[in-house]
């Protein structure tokens, strides 16, 4: 095995090719005396790996094979969620800075390296990266985990390809290129933070081997960059990869926690890079400070519909940060002339279960009736939609009496306004719907399903035939989409399933996504109705909280089946329908 030193001379011979580095440059480039240069060398040519003329031999090359990289990963699935609005259109390896495509940019500095086996692994928005494979002669590998686990389920995808090679995030860029096709051994890039960050910090021992590594410090190196993995550290993580791939604690979680984990087994050392060499953006605006163009054209869509609604110019928006994402939507706050608001963007295939036009139709009358007047302008034919933003809202606590009595007024509201729209939302239609969704999945398979299907239908059967009218209904009236600003004011937002629908379905589900007991629901029921119920009004409620309860129940499972999780209300909700689903028959 070679030393430092001696790798450093022939790689520097390899490198310049005939045009001689003097021993004095070697030494400011490797960081040795020139005492240690000159004894170095000497070595070298005596062991017959550099002629007396200071070029490598073949012995020389040979014995630089070990170290000669032989592949790059660039890992291209995530959906860079911090990046919005831009990273709703396409993936961020697509951006272009300084005019050049960030993950073109890095394809073809590993290039000029020669680097050429380059691997891209893709996840969100795949196919716009498809056009790689022909351009550069790269090799596409897809992660169809990218939206449930973290970066682990990459790698665990090129596990065979692990050897000598790069691992790249596909969102870098580097004014210089940094990439070479020998490597002495494994390491991560790393850059000095002043002061406090939450970045990967990390110690290092005498030698620059990483000790450990801790999430946010002061004044420290910081991971930040490309990795490399030589044959040694490749073969040990991969075995631990698969060993640990299955704990779900290790996909959620980035490869480099897996790494800190054992890090007494895995030896990565730092590489030091002077602060700018490497650029990694995580919002808009510090890609505007690094390339102004896009102050005034990101070349997004969704830009140009905020400013042909606000009327304002792209660089007047500013303030982008996300807003946590939906089930069905992805959304960001943003300010325009000191003023705060909101862009839904909708999901992808959320076309198929959600009327938009029906939405905005409903999101006009909401407003008239001052129910939701954050609504400003919605395209229903593209699903986006800006909206005020409500500052330090809060949403609806169920055990509130105040807030719970004003939303029932507001759904009382509605229900009594003799309003219409011409769309409809038939809970029960909906149900059979994601019925038929889950039996061609193989979802509908457990073992009270059929069951649970066969009573439901009874239960309609036995309460249109007492009750079948239909008002204009929210029809998703559950306590996150009931925010209450700092002056009490309550809003009903997000009318992505309303329509004309059996008003039954919007108690059912403001109970059915609640904790209330059988006793606390029978409260709410004759809170809504200003009086206390009769033996026809309870069972048609207690239909209604048992049919909304089931529909969301089916709706988690098919979100499931999607990868959304959708936590405990899954369970929730299977619980209440069988719970109403007894006191309704019961009351029939």
């Not at 490797?30 to 017959?48: D, R, Y």
């Not at 939206?147 to 692990?162: E, F, G, M, P």
């Given at each position: ?515 209330y007991s059988p006793e606390e629901a029978d409260e709410i029921i004759d809170m809504y109705l200003g009086h206390k119920a009769d033996l026809k009004e309870k069972r048609y409620y207690y239909t209604y909280i048992c049919a909304a309860a089931y529909y969301w129940f089916v709706w988690a499972i098919y ?6 999780d959708v936590g405990e209300y899954l369970y929730i909700w299977y619980r209440y329908t069988k719970t109403y689903m007894k006191k309704a028959f019961e009351s029939f």
């Amino acid at each position: 095995m070679l030393t430092h030193a001696q790798f450093g001379v022939l790689r520097a011979a390899i490198q310049t090719k005939g045009s001689k580095m003097t021993q004095r440059e070697l030494s400011q480039i490797l960081g040795c005396s020139l005492g240690k240069i000159n004894s170095t060398i000497k070595t070298l040519t005596a062991e017959g790996l550099m002629n007396v003329q200071g070029d490598i031999t073949p012995l020389g090359l040979s014995q630089m094979e070990p170290y000669k990289v032989q592949n790059a990963i660039i890992m291209a699935a995530g959906m860079s969620s911090r990046f919005v609005p831009l990273s709703y259109e396409k993936p961020k390896a697509l951006l272009k800075v300084k005019g050049e495509v960030l993950i073109e940019r890095e394809i073809r500095q590993l290039h000029e390296a020669g680097i050429t086996d380059i691997t891209v692994v893709v996840g969100y928005m795949k196919e716009k990266l498809f056009y790689l494979e022909d351009k550069f002669n790269v090799r596409i590998v897809t992660n169809e985990d990218y939206y449930r686990y973290n970066n682990t389920s990459t790698l665990i995808r090129v596990a065979d390809r692990l050897s000598n090679t790069y691992i790249c995030s596909s969102d870098n860029y580097f004014p210089e290129n940094p990439f070479e096709p020998y490597v002495y051994r494994a390491y991560y890039s790393a850059i000095y933070g002043e002061g406090k960050t939450e970045e990967y910090c990390l110690t290092v021992d005498k030698k620059d081997r990483i000790t450990k590594v801790t999430i946010g410090g002061e004044n420290a190196w910081y991971m930040l960059g490309h990795v490399y993995f030589d044959r040694d550290f490749s073969e040990k993580f991969v075995q631990i990869l698969k060993k640990e791939y299955e704990n779900p604690q290790t996909k959620a979680e980035l490869w480099e926690n897996l790494y800190m984990r054992y890090i007494k087994e895995l030896s990565l050392y730092i590489r030091r890079y002077p602060e700018g060499a490497i650029q990694e953006f995580d919002s808009l605006e510090e890609l505007r400070h690094f390339d102004d163009k896009y102050l005034k054209n990101a070349d997004s869509e969704i830009f140009s519909n905020i400013c042909s609604v606000l009327h304002c110019r792209e660089e007047d928006i500013v303030g982008i940060v996300p807003i946590k994402k939906g089930l069905t939507n992805s959304s960001f706050c943003f300010e325009v002339f000191g003023r705060k608001y909101v862009y839904r963007h909708p999901g992808v295939g959320t076309s198929e279960y959600i009327n938009r036009a029906s939405e905005e139709s409903s999101l006009k009358i909401a407003k008239e009736l001052g129910l939701d007047d954050t609504f400003i302008y919605m395209d229903h034919s593209k699903g986006w939609k800006i909206s005020h933003f409500i500052e330090n809202a809060e949403t609806l606590d169920y055990h509130n009496k105040n807030q719970v009595k004003e939303a029932l007024r507001m759904i009382r509201t509605l229900h009594t306004s003799g309003a219409k729209t011409d769309f409809s939302f038939d809970l029960w239609e909906e149900i059979r719907r994601f019925e038929n969704k889950l039996q061609s999945s193989g979802r509908n398979e457990f073992e009270d399903m059929h069951e649970l299907h066969n009573s439901i239908e009874k239960l309609k059967t036995l309460i249109l035939a007492e009750d079948n009218e239909k008002c204009l209904c929210h029809c998703d009236t559950y306590d996150p989409n009931f925010l209450v600003d700092p002056n009490r004011k309550m809003y009903l937002i997000d009318w992505e399933y309303s329509g004309m629908a059996y008003r039954g379905g919007d108690l059912g589900t403001f109970i059915a996504c609640s904790d209330y007991s059988p006793e606390e629901a029978d409260e709410i029921i004759d809170m809504y109705l200003g009086h206390k119920a009769d033996l026809k009004e309870k069972r048609y409620y207690y239909t209604y909280i048992c049919a909304a309860a089931y529909y969301w129940f089916v709706w988690a499972i098919y979100q499931n089946s999607v990868g959304n999780d959708v936590g405990e209300y899954l369970y929730i909700w299977y619980r209440y329908t069988k719970t109403y689903m007894k006191k309704a028959f019961e009351s029939f």
